[in-house]
């Protein structure tokens, strides 16, 4: 398929601009010469139509959850009831303006303040910030006040502890927060190791940001010694919500001695993920920490019954978004809330937990699991077995995608000696028997495959647009552009054979 | 699965191998490792003149899969780094215990290579 650049036709055009009001204006004389770009940027000249069936054509090959299972572990792609779309789409918040004044925006705020007191109500934390535009972004903030809280209490705390475990976010996030990351080795069980853990926690420690159930889909039965071994030498405890889909109505995290929580509202709270988003990382806290969160918050006036943006002080770190987060996000995430009540969110963790411990007790005689226990709402399996065969976990993962499966995550979490060649699977709670029976039968399939005629795996995929790609070549020499591509094509001798669009 | 050992060198139980001669060891990843890495895409520059110890983390490699910390084998000083690695990573993939070298070290403490395995206690515990 040619790309769209290579289908410019010069002097076609797609829209016309009106003419006369730009005629007498001069570019050099609106814009200063030094931001001028000297070189002309190369544009496709297309119709309209021709636009149209391009992208038309290319989301032909897409794959997404309205496609069918997506069982990306740790990301939990569930299905995004069209409910919410219709009540984020009503006129009244899709046009309302983000300056307006907060009397005209009553029913946007009221939204944001009722939102709070349900995701508390949920975790059990105290005050939610709705700014933090996506899980990483909530993580910053989440250490932010973790920082701000000792630096107002006059401690010196400089390390931050993190399971080997965890997203590659969590140390990314602490390192920003200009945080020394000391690694926690995790246990045979697969969870953190609590003699590692009081042997780093100490004085000069801020504490630790787990997930719970963790990385690898099982749950940290030592949480309750955790949070003691953190808190009692004056340590915080952060909880990264990229699991919670296992745990609504079932645990909270306030309640399990978590101080400060964020929460990826595009993950547990079905909105869009991925290209789609945007997301939302939510923080929650402690009362303790209310001082720190970024300002403003919505407050009610009791009083008037008015709801307004209140400043959360000097202590506050400060604003770290521009407006009010992604709002319709939390319209979104309002609306699934109320579609499914108290007991319809904990039949969601319910059904989650259930789905994944169906598919590993289906798999895990073809595919040997990291840990040998119940999961969470993902299993954790390995691709070892079949490195005798000169099969390596991304063959089978490749191999999914010619029966028409979104492959599950693979090398991650990678830490041996437990979690090596690993495939995460996590089927959310949308997803119904027949389905998952479907993936799992495919599963077993290619495992026959690996054991009698590998190349079927090791040439996969074959029955997609694009057949297997240089995953190498493409991190050292990436083509992010038109330009790129001119500039590498004869370099990288560029072949098109692969691409049967 | 390629896993290669050469006879002569020092390994660690980390995958890393040293090469001595006189009070000069040179560094690197073992064929396991970079077999188990894949293709590495991605090596962090190692500085001259960095002070290390037996079991500090010298370098960060990254591949399509993983990213993966290296640690030093033996304690001294960085002399020399490799920089053709910085632009050819595969050098790593195709030629660990040659090409894909990762720097050279003045040992302080020579005595250290007591403490890691020789090439058939290696081979025996990646078998």
């Known amino acids: 398929?040619?790309?769209?650049?290579?289908?410019?036709?010069?002097?076609?055009?797609?829209?016309?601009?009106?003419?006369?009001?730009?005629?007498?204006?001069?570019?050099?004389?609106?814009?200063?010469?030094?931001?001028?770009?000297?070189?002309?940027?190369?544009?496709?000249?297309?119709?309209?139509?021709?636009?149209?069936?391009?992208?038309?054509?290319?989301?032909?090959?897409?794959?997404?959850?309205?496609?069918?299972?997506?069982?990306?572990?740790?990301?939990?792609?569930?299905?995004?009831?069209?409910?919410?779309?219709?009540?984020?789409?009503?006129?009244?918040?899709?046009?309302?303006?983000?300056?307006?004044?907060?009397?005209?925006?009553?029913?946007?705020?009221?939204?944001?303040?009722?939102?709070?007191?349900?995701?508390?109500?949920?975790?059990?934390?105290?005050?939610?910030?709705?700014?933090?535009?996506?899980?990483?972004?909530?993580?910053?903030?989440?250490?932010?006040?973790?920082?701000?809280?000792?630096?107002?209490?006059?401690?010196?705390?400089?390390?931050?502890?993190?399971?080997?475990?965890?997203?590659?976010?969590?140390?990314?996030?602490?390192?920003?927060?200009?945080?020394?990351?000391?690694?926690?080795?995790?246990?045979?069980?697969?969870?953190?190791?609590?003699?590692?853990?009081?042997?780093?926690?100490?004085?000069?420690?801020?504490?630790?940001?787990?997930?719970?159930?963790?990385?690898?889909?099982?749950?940290?039965?030592?949480?309750?010694?955790?949070?003691?071994?953190?808190?009692?030498?004056?340590?915080?405890?952060?909880?990264?919500?990229?699991?919670?889909?296992?745990?609504?109505?079932?645990?909270?995290?306030?309640?399990?001695?978590?101080?400060?929580?964020?929460?990826?509202?595009?993950?547990?709270?079905?909105?869009?993920?991925?290209?789609?988003?945007?997301?939302?990382?939510?923080?929650?806290?402690?009362?303790?920490?209310?001082?720190?969160?970024?300002?403003?918050?919505?407050?009610?006036?009791?009083?008037?019954?008015?709801?307004?943006?209140?400043?959360?002080?000097?202590?506050?770190?400060?604003?770290?978004?521009?407006?009010?987060?992604?709002?319709?996000?939390?319209?979104?995430?309002?609306?699934?809330?109320?579609?499914?009540?108290?007991?319809?969110?904990?039949?969601?963790?319910?059904?989650?937990?259930?789905?994944?411990?169906?598919?590993?007790?289906?798999?895990?005689?073809?595919?040997?699991?990291?840990?040998?226990?119940?999961c969470g709402h993902e299993c954790t399996l390995t691709g070892r077995e079949y490195k005798k065969y000169g099969i390596k976990t991304l063959d089978i993962a490749k191999r999914l995608m010619d029966y028409g499966f979104h492959p599950p995550t693979i090398y991650f979490p990678h830490f041996e000696p437990y979690a090596d060649e690993t495939i995460m699977i996590e089927p959310p709670e949308s997803e119904g028997k027949e389905v998952l029976d479907d993936f799992i039968n495919t599963m077993i399939a290619i495992s026959k495959e690996a054991k009698e005629n590998p190349e079927l795996l090791t040439s996969a995929p074959r029955r997609t647009p694009i057949t297997r790609t240089d995953d190498a070549m493409a991190v050292r020499r990436p083509i992010l552009t038109y330009d790129d591509e001119l500039r590498l094509k004869d370099e990288l001798n560029y072949q098109e054979k692969d691409i049967n669009f | 699965m390629s896993n290669k050992v050469l006879e002569g060198l020092f390994y660690t139980k980390n995958d890393e191998w040293v090469k001595v001669e006189d009070d000069l060891g040179t560094i690197g990843i073992s064929d396991y490792a970079q077999d188990q890495l894949g293709d590495i895409v991605y090596v962090e520059e190692i500085k001259k003149g960095t002070i290390v110890n037996q079991g500090d983390i010298i370098t960060t490699v990254e591949s399509v899969k993983a990213v993966a910390e290296v640690y030093s084998p033996i304690s001294g000083e960085v002399i020399e780094a490799n920089h053709t690695i910085i632009d050819e990573p595969s050098h790593i993939n195709g030629d660990p215990y040659g090409k894909g070298w990762f720097a050279k070290i003045k040992m302080s403490k020579p005595e250290e290579t007591k403490e890691l395995m020789n090439a058939s206690d290696y081979g025996d515990y990646r078998k």
Not at chain 1, 208 to 224: H, K, Q
Request: charged share 25%.
């Open chain 1, 1 to 374: 398929m040619k790309l769209i650049f290579e289908k410019s036709f010069p002097g076609r055009i797609g829209f016309s601009k009106p003419t006369d009001l730009f005629d007498d204006i001069k570019l050099e004389e609106s814009i200063p010469i030094k931001y001028l770009e000297k070189n002309k940027k190369q544009l496709t000249e297309v119709s309209e139509v021709d636009v149209i069936r391009h992208f038309t054509k290319l989301s032909k090959f897409n794959y997404g959850v309205d496609d069918g299972l997506y069982p990306l572990g740790s990301c939990t792609m569930k299905y995004n009831p069209r409910i919410n779309e219709k009540m984020a789409g009503l006129a009244n918040f899709s046009y309302a303006h983000p300056l307006s004044f907060p009397d005209m925006a009553q029913g946007s705020l009221e939204l944001i303040y009722r939102l709070d007191k349900l995701l508390c109500e949920i975790t059990g934390m105290d005050k939610y910030t709705m700014a933090p535009a996506s899980g990483a972004h909530g993580e910053l903030t989440g250490v932010l006040i973790m920082r701000k809280y000792f630096l107002d209490h006059g401690e010196k705390r400089h390390k931050m502890l993190i399971p080997d475990s965890a997203h590659g976010t969590n140390p990314a996030s602490a390192a920003m927060a200009e945080f020394e990351v000391v690694e926690i080795k995790s246990n045979e069980n697969g969870t953190v190791d609590l003699e590692s853990l009081s042997h780093a926690m100490d004085g000069e420690t801020v504490g630790l940001m787990l997930t719970n159930p963790n990385t690898v889909g099982l749950y940290d039965e030592g949480i309750e010694s955790i949070q003691k071994i953190i808190h009692d030498k004056g340590g915080l405890l952060y909880y990264d919500g990229a699991n919670l889909n296992a745990s609504l109505g079932i645990i909270r995290p306030g309640d399990a001695g978590f101080d400060v929580v964020h929460l990826n509202l595009h993950k547990t709270f079905s909105t869009p993920h991925g290209g789609g988003g945007p997301g939302s990382g939510v923080v929650g806290v402690k009362s303790r920490l209310i001082p720190y969160l970024p300002t403003p918050v919505v407050a009610l006036e009791e009083s008037s019954g008015k709801y307004y943006f209140k400043d959360v002080g000097e202590k506050s770190i400060g604003m770290i978004r521009s407006f009010w987060g992604n709002f319709s996000v939390l319209v979104k995430t309002f609306a699934w809330i109320l579609s499914l009540g108290p007991e319809g969110l904990y039949e969601c963790s319910k059904a989650s937990i259930i789905n994944a411990n169906y598919v590993l007790a289906k798999l895990k005689e073809y595919y040997k699991p990291a840990y040998d226990r119940y």
